[in-house]
């Protein structure tokens, strides 16, 4: 069954870090696109990294040098190491497989065919 | 960052047609991909490339985009499909370059 599974998340006090993990099954995390999204509490989507087919991590300006993406392709899984938390990360953090291409009009695209169940993420003292 | 602007609220009764938008400048020069989460649940794609619909979806489920408005039709409303709907986009222009989302639309089956 092709499915992505989130877990790590918990209650965190501001300051401190987390590892959220995406164990993916059915396809290979390796060569796959794939982001973490998250959402606060009452409010909307929001992405939040990207790993490329080769490995390199891409962050949202908000999180950048806090966060950092990386893929264990021996458990075919998703690491996300979450650090230096505010009460603005509070949120459930879903990980997604990304579509990306060129379109039949010329448009290119990129959006997320599966997702996670979520893992939820609270910051606070 | 590009900005995608949805109404926050849809009501409808059942059998009736929902009309969902999302607005963004030239929103017609990109692609247009529509989510659908309902309470407690995961997204789940509805739409993909202004029009397209995943497996599974029924066709009562269609977009459209054109100009400045991308839009999400929902023909003969049931109770299921009160949920929060989501439009997408990939703003190519930013560093780095990333999706971005539309506030979201509660749809409402009266």
């Known amino acids: 069954e092709v499915q992505l599974v989130e877990t790590g998340g918990g209650l965190i006090q501001p300051g401190e870090s987390l590892r959220l993990s995406c164990a993916v099954s059915?396809?290979?995390?390796?060569?796959?696109?794939m982001s973490w999204v998250r959402q606060a509490p009452g409010k909307g989507l929001e992405w939040v990294s990207v790993?490329?087919?080769?490995?390199?991590?891409f962050y949202r300006d908000s999180v950048k040098g806090r966060f950092s993406l990386s893929r264990d392709t021996s458990k075919n899984s998703l690491d996300l190491q979450i650090s230096s938390l505010t009460s603005e990360d509070t949120a459930v953090y879903y990980c997604?497989?990304?579509?990306?291409?060129?379109?039949?009009?010329?448009?290119?695209?990129?959006?997320?065919?599966?997702w996670g169940r979520g893992t939820l993420v609270t910051v606070s003292s | 960052s590009y900005l995608l602007t949805q109404s926050p609220s849809v009501s409808v009764a059942p059998g009736e047609t929902a009309t969902l938008t999302c607005g963004g400048i030239?929103?017609?020069?990109?692609?247009v991909h529509w989510y659908q989460q309902k309470p407690g649940q995961a997204p789940a794609l509805v739409i993909y490339?202004?029009?397209d619909r995943p497996s599974g979806i029924p066709e009562r489920f269609s977009g459209a985009n054109s100009g400045d408005t991308a839009t999400l039709t929902v023909s003969r409303v049931e109770a299921g499909d009160e949920a929060d709907y989501y439009c997408?986009?990939?703003?190519?222009?930013?560093?780095?370059?990333?999706?971005?989302f539309g506030g979201g639309t509660k749809l409402t089956v009266l």
């Open positions: 997408q986009v990939w703003d190519s222009n930013s560093d780095p370059d990333h999706p971005v």
């Open positions: 790993i490329y087919g080769d490995g390199r991590a």
């Open positions: 997604a497989r990304d579509v990306r291409g060129l379109g039949r009009t010329g448009r290119g695209y990129w959006y997320f065919d599966l």
């Open positions: 490339y202004d029009s």
């Open positions: 030239k929103i017609g020069d990109k692609s």
């Open positions: 059915g396809f290979n995390v390796r060569g796959t696109f």
